[in-house]
């Protein structure tokens, strides 16, 4: 356990500070290998939090985050597991980096958080404790609400006590809504029947990267006859046994830098046109959450049509307008779907899925890494000597520039420009959410 103190300034108005002890251990492999593992990635910050401007105080924030490292769901732990199989039935294997195979022995769990993964949301508490310590006091803390999915609502619990933990127990937030899966749900992304799948387009890159690993691996180990889709389970095996061992995994050696970077451009074809610009139905499963985060911004009922759920919302109780801070707790597909309705990281053209596009800034590691977080900022700024609302986003503390409402250079918005801005969503998707039925 490392323990730093942290001093932050970020209100503008006053000096918070806290003792920040992280519990999530080092991984012991170097940070880009672990950005080659896309949606797998560990958080990591993707810029320095840049203090609000002068003049400027944060007086609301809005949290979304994914939740921690997990094992794989079944049906991709079925796949891992049936590919590791295949390997250790070699006849023979000719290279010494393979020897470990086989004795491994593939005991992974299914689903739920890791270890790491619960430290990392646990860390992430105390972090946003220390940074808007100044937002909150006993009548005054964070809401918090969670998507009904285990791996979901133990992050937001152990985010919870991270927070309370970072303020001595003085602040302790709790749990206040759990959102079922089965009905309308704003922080998951089953809503829509008729979205596309992205497995076709990931197909042609896999048809691209894959081949001559497969064939690499075929010449290492003798009759194990492994198969482009095998190579994709036991890259992805990288990332899984690393975060649930917390110790570098001997899978992630097999591959080279490049093949790495292979893969990571497959994590960001499967969000990119599975829920964002490349699938015509992917961003609309985000107009929910805006048009909520809208209502928080502005103090005003939620207007929305797509997958908010009326009665959640329409309760002060289960959805109050009066609060400092919010945290919602979600998985990345829905990130990807609420990024891209909001209008961030529009890419120039949509990513080849047969030439590794170099020039994207579409990086899952930076978007949806295991813990990710949004966070919008509300803040009162004193501009030519006249009071404002304005709006700021960060996306794992990478300040977004948000050029669709105005923001120059500063990341700042009026808050009136940020709402005019949001036009699809507050336009419930523009017809798109309709096509979910069709």
Not at 106 to 135: C, E, I, K, M, T
Not at 373 to 390: A, F, H, M, P, Q
Request: aromatic letters at 12%.
């Amino acid at each position: 356990m490392v323990g730093t103190v942290a001093h932050f300034v970020a209100l503008g108005h006053s000096l918070a500070a806290a003792t920040i002890n992280n519990t999530a251990p080092p991984l012991g492999f170097p940070q880009a290998l672990q950005q080659s593992w896309a949606q797998y990635s560990p958080w990591f910050p993707a810029a320095t939090y840049e203090l609000p401007p002068a003049g400027c105080n944060v007086v609301q924030v809005n949290l979304l985050q994914r939740h921690g490292a997990r094992y794989p769901e079944t049906a991709a732990g079925k796949a891992i597991k049936k590919s590791v199989k295949k390997l250790k039935g070699a006849k023979k294997f000719k290279d010494a980096s393979l020897e470990f195979v086989e004795d491994y022995k593939y005991a992974l769990g299914v689903d739920n958080l890791v270890p790491f993964g619960a430290a990392q949301s646990f860390d992430a508490g105390q972090q946003h404790f220390a940074r808007y310590a100044a937002l909150v006091n006993t009548d005054m803390l964070p809401f918090v609400r969670a998507s009904e999915s285990d791996r979901v609502i133990d992050s937001a619990r152990n985010w919870t006590a991270g927070f309370a933990h970072a303020s001595n127990q003085q602040y302790a937030p709790e749990l206040s809504v759990i959102i079922p899966q089965s009905t309308n749900d704003t922080l998951d992304d089953k809503m829509c029947p008729q979205v596309g799948s992205s497995a076709h387009t990931t197909k042609k890159w896999i048809d691209v990267f894959a081949p001559a690993i497969a064939d690499r691996i075929n010449a290492e180990a003798s009759g194990a006859k492994m198969k482009n889709a095998d190579i994709v389970n036991l890259m992805s095996l990288c990332p899984f046994d690393t975060v649930a061992y917390e110790a570098p995994s001997p899978w992630c050696n097999l591959f080279t830098p490049d093949e790495w970077a292979s893969y990571e451009y497959y994590g960001d074809l499967i969000d990119y046109y599975g829920n964002g610009y490349g699938q015509k139905l992917g961003r609309v499963q985000g107009v929910g959450y805006v048009n909520e985060l809208l209502a928080r911004l502005t103090g005003q009922p939620v207007q929305d049509q797509t997958q908010t759920n009326h009665t959640l919302d329409s309760s002060p109780l289960t959805f109050p307008l009066d609060k400092t801070f919010y945290a919602d707790f979600s998985h990345d597909n829905q990130m990807i779907s609420i990024y891209s309705a909001l209008g961030l990281f529009v890419q120039p053209r949509d990513l080849d899925p047969k030439h590794l596009d170099t020039e994207r800034t579409w990086f899952d590691s930076k978007m949806v890494p295991f813990s990710a977080r949004l966070i919008t900022e509300k803040l009162e700024c004193s501009v030519d000597g006249r009071r404002g609302d304005y709006v700021r986003i960060f996306v794992n503390d990478a300040l977004q520039p948000l050029e669709f409402c105005g923001a120059a250079g500063n990341g700042l918005c009026t808050l009136n420009n940020f709402v005019e801005s949001q036009h699809y969503a507050r336009n419930n998707g523009e017809g798109d959410w309709a096509l979910c039925f069709e």
